[in-house]
């Protein structure tokens, strides 16, 4: 696998566009955004054409303390990009990953590519296996991979199909969410396109969410800096959702090689009654339409499909839009070190529960910041 020089890294995003199940966590400006965080991007590309490539990864470096010890970690977010059908390109894919992971001395290098096991809820009529995706967790498993405890990216998602037309899609949803998209109209929840200049408050409304919903986010620049740069690059919109002109709830929709993905969500409490998640949704579903997107992306759902994760509610909610349940391969990590690897993945939970309790602690400070 050849590693692109410094000065062919602006056409990645180009080279990206000719594999139709591309991530937006594989462009640049995901790899841009990760830097505020210590990781250094790397691109390769495998195949002797480089403007036709076999295959991409870009890959975030990163070196983390343990224990009073450094180490080196390597990461290819939603990567690497291939056609997967190709089974000798997969192979010789997979050996460069395990070659970088030796040559870069790293503990580990994760990988969770774009690749389903299938679609449906397991066990339930609806459940259709991808055999593709299924020979590609053999494959890992005979090659040693083993299926990481540390899940970076939702492994499943809800899909909905935007070649459909408004009308038909606002037909396949549940009644009753149906019925609160037209009751958040009708009842004078109005939603607009927003500025970057708002993005500030964005995020207040965005650390209120944490806050109430319990999950733990990151400084204030690191968003701010994050949203700015795909939305100057025309890979991201903001949509906001207002009564009587106070904003109740927002999205920020992302977007690349035909998929929009609701990333980033954030709402107060106030005029919740009035359901303007339900018609925030809708309208990113429209302007994703407007922008040539063949898919929108929910971004989550249940590791487990029951009420005892904790993605459950947020599950029954994005199901009102009748898409399809997506799973996919989620992450799988690759070593050389098994000692060192071993000790990570002991350590690595009481550590994030740490930092989970100090970054709520953080979440309510931003409040009143």
């Not at 199909?161 to 009708?186: F, G, H, V, W």
């Not at 090689?257 to 709402?267: I, K, P, Q």
């Not at 459950?312 to 989620?330: H, I």
């Not at 992450?331 to 690595?348: F, I, M, N, S, V």
């Amino acid at each position: 696998m050849i590693r692109l020089e410094e000065d062919q890294i602006p056409q990645w995003n180009q080279l990206l566009l000719q594999f139709p199940d591309a991530h937006i966590l594989q462009t640049t400006q995901w790899a841009e955004a990760k830097k505020q965080n210590g990781w250094t991007p790397m691109y390769f590309r495998e195949g002797s054409d480089p403007q036709t490539p076999e295959g991409l990864a870009m890959i975030l470096r990163r070196q983390i303390s343990l224990a009073g010890l450094k180490f080196t970690v390597l990461y290819a977010p939603k990567g690497p990009v291939l056609h997967w059908q190709n089974q000798p390109a997969v192979s010789r894919m997979l050996n460069a990953l395990q070659e970088i992971c030796q040559q870069e001395k790293a503990i580990f290098i994760k990988v969770d590519p774009d690749v389903l096991l299938g679609t449906g809820i397991p066990g339930e009529d609806d459940e259709i296996p991808a055999l593709q995706g299924l020979a590609l967790q053999d494959e890992l498993k005979r090659r040693g991979w083993q299926y990481s405890q540390d899940q970076i990216q939702f492994r499943n998602s809800v899909l909905l199909d935007l070649t459909k037309s408004e009308e038909d899609l606002l037909a396949a949803m549940k009644q009753k969410t149906r019925y609160n998209i037209r009751l958040a109209a009708r009842k004078g929840v109005g939603v607009r396109q927003g500025e970057i200049a708002e993005l500030p408050m964005l995020y207040k409304m965005y650390a209120e969410t944490a806050v109430r919903d319990g999950f733990v986010i990151r400084h204030a620049d690191y968003y701010l800096n994050t949203w700015r740069m795909f939305i100057e690059a025309d890979m991201a919109k903001i949509l906001i959702a207002e009564v009587e002109d106070q904003p109740v709830a927002a999205l920020i929709l992302f977007h690349f090689n035909g998929t929009a993905r609701y990333m980033f969500g954030m709402s107060t409490e106030n005029s919740r009654e009035l359901m303007p998640n339900h018609l925030l949704q809708w309208e990113a579903m429209r302007l994703a339409k407007q922008l040539d997107c063949h898919t929108y992306d929910m971004w989550g759902a249940p590791e487990v499909f029951d009420d005892s994760d904790s993605m459950w509610g947020v599950f029954r909610f994005k199901q009102g839009f009748n898409g399809t349940t997506a799973r996919s391969l989620g992450a799988w990590d690759y070593t050389t070190r098994p000692g060192l690897y071993r000790r990570y993945t002991e350590t690595l939970p009481k550590v994030l529960n740490l930092l989970r309790r100090r970054g709520l602690k953080a979440n309510k400070r931003s409040l009143y910041d």
